[in-house]
């Protein structure tokens, strides 16, 4: 299974950014798609995921602002995150989750500066 994860970029504060990432390969019985952050010096957190059935879940810094979605048919997931912050700054990773393995994408960097 391979990711591929596109969007990132410099934003000032109060906009916005997509993320997005495909999967493709043997990715039948995806059970959880999302993203994951990790701001520098800090540990990777999740920002946001969606599981199979439609739920989505948020980390409380997050909620309002962005919004995950998921394409089962394209096995592709999305970010979209508005009214960013700079402490929305990270390396962001898509997550996709088939059986009991973790794949990740290579990362992508946004960065929430004026």
């Known amino acids: 299974v391979q990711l591929q994860a596109s969007g990132g970029g410099l934003v000032q504060p109060g906009g916005f950014l997509r993320l997005s990432c495909a999967a493709s390969?043997?990715?039948?019985?995806?059970?959880?798609m999302g993203w994951y952050r990790q701001a520098l010096g800090k540990q990777r957190e999740l920002a946001a995921n969606?599981?199979?059935?439609?739920?989505?879940n948020y980390a409380d810094s997050v909620k309002g602002r962005f919004t995950i979605s998921g394409d089962n048919a394209k096995n592709t997931v999305s970010l979209q995150m508005n009214s960013l912050k700079p402490e929305d700054t990270a390396v962001y990773y898509c997550?996709?989750?088939?059986?009991?393995?973790?794949?990740w994408g290579q990362g992508t960097e946004v960065t929430v500066s004026s």
């Open positions: 997550l996709v989750v088939i059986g009991t393995r973790n794949y």
């Open positions: 390969g043997r990715v039948s019985g995806i059970i959880v």
């Open positions: 969606i599981v199979s059935s439609g739920r989505a």
